[in-house]
């Protein structure tokens, strides 16, 4: 059985919403997809187990979180 989770973050414009995306796009395997949709970041994960999930998803939000840290830094 497959579980899959959407996250979607809006940023102020797609500058920072590119910049985010190609910080996290390196961690990105095959069970985590990201794509820019103007000014939104959407992002699909999968995997086979909700303890999985949550800590894939766990460990994105800290990614995006460190990349938008050093982004607002600049």
Do not use: F, P, W
Request: contains cysteine.
């Amino acid at each position: 059985m497959k579980i899959s989770c959407n996250v979607k973050i809006d940023y102020e414009n797609e500058k920072e919403t590119n910049a985010i995306l190609n910080s996290i796009e390196v961690d990105n395997l095959n069970y985590i997809q990201s794509k820019k949709n103007g000014k939104t970041l959407v992002t699909r994960i999968e995997s086979d187990s909700i303890s999985s999930l949550i800590h894939t998803l766990d460990d994105y939000l800290a990614c995006v979180s460190i990349a938008e840290k050093i982004i607002k830094k600049k």
